[in-house]
Every structure is written in C-alpha cells, then in structure tokens.
C-alpha cells in the first residue's frame, strides 16, 4: 500500500463547476496535510495546508480533513481553466519529511 | 523576496560519472528537503537536512548524498550515474515548523545518457 493515495486522474469538469480532488495516507500519526499545484513544467506550489479536522477555506480551495478516516480532500468552487493543472496531497509527522501522492490531473473546460 | 534557486536548470550527464546539484533556500530558511520527480513515480523523497544535519533520508541508495553549508546552501551529489536516473530534481526550503509548508525551486533537470 502507497502511504499517499491520489486517484491520478484526468478528473475533467466544466468550467464553473466544483472539482472533488481526494487524497488518503497510511500514517496514523500523520500531523500535516499540505495540496500543491504543478503546471506542466513548472515545481510545485503551495496551495493550502490543514492539520485539524474538519474544513479550512481559502477563497475558491476549501481543504477537508478527516484523520479517523485518513482522507484529506481539496475542493476548488468555480473551477477555471487556469485551474488544469496537477494537484499533489503531502502528508507528514511535521514539515521535515513529507510524503507526496503521484498527484491528481485536473481539466477544466469552457 | 528571492525564492529558491537551483543551479544548473539542466544537466547532461553519460552513465557512470558523477554530478552535483546546487540550492539556494529562502533567506531565513533552515530547512532544505531534495525530491527526485519521475513520471511514474511522482515526487520520491531523498533527504532534509536542517542546520547543517541531515534530519531525515529517504529510501534512496547510498550513490545519492547531499550536505547542507552553513548558511544553509545545500547540495546534493549522485556518483556512479546511472540511466534510471534522470529525472527532475526538486528542492525545497522550509521554515520547518508544522504548517509551514515548503517552497520549491524550478528544479534541475538531470538526463543520464
């Protein structure tokens, strides 16, 4: 079993619509819970982090946490094309070693 | 404020011969954590090192080292190349406390031939 899960995708909306992007790990004692985006071509970048269960919003990104579960999930509301991109979970005991899924492909069409 | 800097941006290297990559954190970064990105295997990482010690290491062979300056430079060499080594490598510096998150450079794109 990997220790992060992503579903690799493509997950393909519609512009405007919600995109559902989800994440587990194996890690019980997994403290931090970090979504990166990745253009094509270009390094990762911070989108959001959440180390408490339950919802944390950020304009159109609202991270869930679940821990009794191990599931971390990202919804992006209003989805945009600049929004296609890949999506990658990152979980760790703390910021000095994170695990990183094989990330989540995500289309938005017009 | 300046990001972080890798250098070179890409490397051409023949198998069996050995190469070091170079990483500039973020002013007032301790941390400094090298990834290896491949198309199937996602980001894999390697090592972090924080305040000159390496904390943590990944499940890499021993060919893959790396060592951190103190002012908290970092660089990471791979000896004896090898062809399934050509990848993406990333770096990444952290203030390293929880929730801090890490910034990445632009990475050096490393093709072993």
Redesign the interface.
Known sequence: QKEVEQNSGPLSVPEGAIASLNCTYSDRGSQSFFWYRQYSGKSPELIMFIYSNGDKEDGRFTAQLNKASQYVSLLIRDSQPSDSATYLCAVGPNTDKLIFGTGTRLQVFP | KAGVTQTPRYLIKTRGQQVTLSCSPISGHR?V?W?QQTPG???Q?LF?Y?SETQ??KGNFPGRFSGRQFSNSRSEMNVSTLELGDSALY?CAS??????????????TRLTVV
């Not at chain 2, 406390?97 to 890490?102: A, C, I, M, V």
């Open positions: 941390s954590s990834y295997q996602g980001l990482f972090e924080f904390r943590n990333l952290s203030l390293g406390g929880l929730g801090d998150g890490y910034t990445f450079g632009s990475g």
